[in-house]
């Protein structure tokens, strides 16, 4: 904070000094040293302030966040050259060059000796998938399981039905609902995630829906044990594609586009898994899912998502079990994501 200068005790204006006081005769102006010095000094000041002024280096106030903005942003020759200067040269950012994919024989192989080498090291189950959004070419592993638990990235499937069943009532979520979501998504929040659960209708309303996505071979838990809900990599995919797809998804756009916000602004702390695969670690948007089973203390760890990965928008899988620890099944989907975006792109 700039505090003001003090003033006089009782405030008001300072009192000039009497003007009943004897003048003495007024040397010329040119004759005073002090004069000239000031008109001197003033002189070079304005023109030092009028060069920084039309200088490109010179920087906006740090108090301005505009001017800040401003400054940081591309300039133009008439605002900050010299006249007498050419006008610089502008370059845009080259748009990254996407990667081609492998062939499929070729991209199975890296991905199946990547996935059996973190398997040989880390134990537990795992399998992987990934995909083009935009494209057919696709590249998954498979350790021979049937299925997994979905633990939390079910609550991906428990709002896009509950979002489903609003699309054919023609209604639209309460604000109770809005605020369950937001936190169930973002934050993971499990109470939430019951009560949607409800409004989706329920194992039976979770069933339903997943015919109208496409899900196969996923099956929802058993009462209120939505974590228990058992789900492929490939059904996984069809799920996100419902999410991130065009028109050809059964959610409307605006659907789609409200999961999407969620999806990508996560709460920090859960930011981990399918990221891995995303090249600048800011481009993506994703759901985890993390559970230790009770009988053997051992860890579900799971993440679904859509990354920016070789110039190219990929959609990612990653189910495992069997896990030693929460942050030992986090590293190994971490990595299991990375390796199968790489061996689908050179």
């Not at 989706?200 to 809900?229: E, P, Q, V």
Request: proline letters at 5%.
């Amino acid at each position: 904070m700039t505090h003001a200068p003090p003033g006089p005790p009782h405030g008001g204006r300072a009192r000039g000094r009497s003007r009943s006081h004897r003048r003495r005769p007024r040397t010329p102006w040119w004759k005073r040293p002090a004069v000239v010095s000031a008109a001197v000094l003033g002189t070079i000041g304005l023109v030092t302030l009028a060069v920084v002024t039309r200088s490109p280096s010179a920087k906006a106030h740090d108090d301005d966040p505009a001017a800040d903005a401003k400054a940081s942003g591309p300039t133009t020759a008439a605002s900050t050259a010299p006249a007498t200067t050419a006008a610089p040269t502008t370059t845009a950012a080259p748009t990254p060059t996407a990667l081609p994919t492998k062939s499929p024989a070729q991209a199975k192989s890296e991905l199946s000796a990547a996935i059996k080498e973190l398997s040989d090291k880390r134990g537990g189950r795992l399998s992987v998938a990934v995909t083009e959004l935009d494209g057919d070419a696709g590249v998954s592993y498979d350790d021979g399981s049937s299925t997994y638990d979905t633990a939390s990235i079910v609550k991906v499937d428990i709002l896009a039905t509950v979002l489903l069943r609003h699309q054919k009532a023609g209604t639209t979520l309460t604000s109770t609902e809005r605020s369950e979501a937001t936190v169930m998504i973002r934050q993971s929040d499990n109470d939430a995630a019951t009560a949607l659960w409800h409004a989706a209708g329920g194992t039976s309303g979770i069933n339903a829906a997943n015919k109208t996505f496409g899900l196969k071979h996923t099956r929802a838990g058993a009462g209120d044990l939505w974590g228990l809900t058992q789900t492929t990599t490939a059904d996984q995919l069809a799920l996100l594609r419902v999410v991130f797809g065009g028109s050809d998804s059964p959610l409307s756009e605006a659907s789609r586009t409200y999961m999407k916000g969620l999806m990508g602004t996560v709460t920090k702390g859960q930011q981990w898994g399918a990221s891995a695969a995303d090249e600048d670690h800011a481009g993506f948007a994703l759901k985890n899912g993390w559970l230790q089973r009770s009988g053997t203390g051992l860890w579900d760890i799971n993440s679904v998502g859509q990354v920016q990965y070789g110039g190219k928008t990929l959609l990612v899988c990653v189910l495992s079990s069997g896990n030693k620890s929460e942050q030992a099944g986090i590293d190994k989907v971490e990595a299991a994501a990375l390796a199968a975006a790489k061996a689908l792109l050179s």
